[in-house]
């Protein structure tokens, strides 16, 4: 079974909008944690937005939050007020506790491509 | 601030050949990995280093080899290269250790390996 889905493919947004990216997770583990980065054309991996799965409220960075519903194991991320440089994939990740070698704690979705229309 | 720096950006290689692809991060950082990436598939995680010394595999990690040079260096080679091994390779790093579920992962702008 996956750890990270993301159902959504490919979204369009009209500039100035907000979007909701999706993403929910598998994990039986009671401490973990969630992170979403951007990858615009040019390739590069920048780290978003951090929730941890024992933080109350939900985190908020600038144009970013995180609606954190834990019950539900999903993460989606909200971007307010979106622009043409918000064009991009998106991807979700979570982080376990390490178990000793040969185990590995962050785990990424497939991915998003937000294309934001003018 | 160079953060992670990754070499080659780019390289084209043919079967059977072989390569180092390499990275150095100058944050200090204790933990440093290995992804690629594939169309459709996200980031996989191919090897992970908890700290200097140590190396431990990740999802994918047949037909490569790793080695953390030192605190800095964590170098990923291909002993012959495949088709099936055309990807975009990431290297990053995090400022936690590895038992703790915080800390985000700083990546390098990443190689791109075409294998013929």
Request: with cysteine.
């Amino acid at each position: 079974a996956q750890k990270i889905t993301q159902t959504q493919p490919g979204m369009f947004v009209q500039e100035k909008e907000a979007v909701t990216l999706d993403c929910t997770y598998d994990t039986s583990d009671p401490s973990y944690g969630l992170f979403w980065y951007k990858q615009p054309s040019s390739g590069e991996m920048i780290f978003l937005i951090y929730q941890g799965s024992y933080d109350q409220q939900n985190a908020t960075e600038g144009r970013y939050s995180l609606n954190f519903q834990k019950a539900r194991k999903s993460a989606n991320l909200v971007i307010s007020a979106s622009q043409l440089g918000d064009s991009a994939m998106y991807f979700c990740a979570m982080r376990e506790p390490y178990s000793g070698a040969g185990s590995y704690q962050l785990t990424f979705g497939k991915g998003t491509k937000l294309s934001v229309i003018p | 601030n160079a953060g992670v720096t990754q070499t080659p950006k780019f390289q084209v290689l043919k079967t059977g050949q072989s390569m180092t692809l390499q990275c150095a991060q100058d944050m200090n950082h204790n933990s440093m990995y290995w992804y690629r990436q594939d169309p459709g598939m996200g980031l996989r995680l191919i090897y992970y280093s908890a700290s200097e010394g140590t190396t431990d595999k990740g999802e994918v990690p047949n037909g490569y080899n790793v080695s953390r040079l030192n605190k800095r260096e964590f170098s990923l080679r291909l002993e012959s290269a495949a088709p099936s091994q055309t990807s975009v390779y990431f290297c990053a790093s995090s400022p936690t250790e590895v038992t703790i579920v915080t800390g985000e992962l700083f990546f390098g702008e990443g190689s791109r390996l075409t294998v013929l």
